[in-house]
């Protein structure tokens, strides 16, 4: 979603770019291969000025059930290759997630310590610590929800309710999210300025799903009594943080400022 996305942005911006996929053949044949679940003879891979690491298992499920081979891509071999990029004086922009910390504050700082409850939070969590050790020029960019055009969740929504069929949003787990776009452009001023260190990126604010349902329901003039809300213990999720904001004043340095969540439900309606 990220990656192709800020290829065509920088692409687009006279930069000249690489890209990188675990197929090894199809529509993506002419780009690099490269699979972080396997063994890969990284030696092999050019040395670019600057490397962003977009690859990933970022499904929560897959990580909690399969800990041991999604911890080989998202720790242990997404650190190797970082390593020998920096090795080669590549700038590394590392992608993380808001999942590192338990969300029991919100706001989270990046000088606060590491508090991940699941799975996935652990691995972003455990990468991180190892990036941060490695020498030479690393950004770790921590994102909450990213929310792109034609985001499934919502979409589902809103053709239901255009159908007149019930939806089911949650009323007790929360997202902060930006757009897909702001998202791209922070990674790009990243990258221009070749920044380093922990940048957070969140909404200036949280809010529910089933708040955000209602929000897009008014919007579209849709009927609201079509959203029935469920709590995610309604479907075995175990651990939803109570707060998923993060402390964005690093993006000053970047002239960006967190969004209002409105406007990026807005930007997707």
């Not at 063994?39 to 670019?48: E, G, K, T, V, W």
């Not at 999604?70 to 997630?97: E, M, Q």
């Not at 079509?226 to 002239?255: H, M, R, V, Y």
Request: glycine share 6%; proline share 5%.
């Amino acid at each position: 979603m990220i990656g192709s996305r800020l290829m065509r942005v920088l692409e687009g911006g006279g930069w000249s770019v690489i890209g990188t996929t675990r197929r090894a053949t199809g529509s993506d044949a002419d780009r690099v291969h490269l699979d972080l679940a396997s063994f890969q003879a990284f030696d092999l891979l050019p040395s670019p000025s600057a490397a962003v690491l977009c690859a990933a298992v970022t499904s929560m499920e897959r990580c909690q059930k399969d800990p041991v081979a999604t911890k080989k891509i998202n720790v242990t071999n997404t650190v190797r290759l970082a390593r020998k990029l920096l090795l080669g004086g590549s700038h590394v922009v590392f992608l993380s997630s808001n999942t590192v910390f338990d969300g029991v504050q919100p706001w989270a700082s990046t000088s606060d310590s590491n508090s991940p409850r699941t799975e996935y939070g652990r691995q972003k969590a455990d990468a991180e610590s190892q990036l941060l050790s490695l020498d030479g020029q690393i950004a770790i960019v921590r994102f909450s929800k990213i929310i792109p055009p034609g985001m499934p969740l919502l979409q589902d929504w809103v053709r239901d309710m255009r159908s007149g069929r019930n939806i089911y949003p949650f009323s007790d787990s929360r997202m902060s999210p930006v757009s897909l776009s702001f998202a791209v452009e922070l990674l790009r001023r990243v990258l221009v300025v070749r920044a380093t260190g922990i940048i957070q990126a969140s909404a200036a604010s949280d809010i529910s799903y089933e708040e955000a349902a209602r929000y897009l329901a008014q919007r579209l003039g849709c009927d609201q009594k079509l959203i029935k809300p469920i709590s995610c213990a309604q479907k075995a999720i175990l651990f939803s943080p109570a707060n998923t904001t993060l402390d964005t004043t690093g993006l000053e340095a970047l002239g960006l400022e967190a969004p209002e969540v409105h406007s990026v439900l807005d930007g997707f309606v």
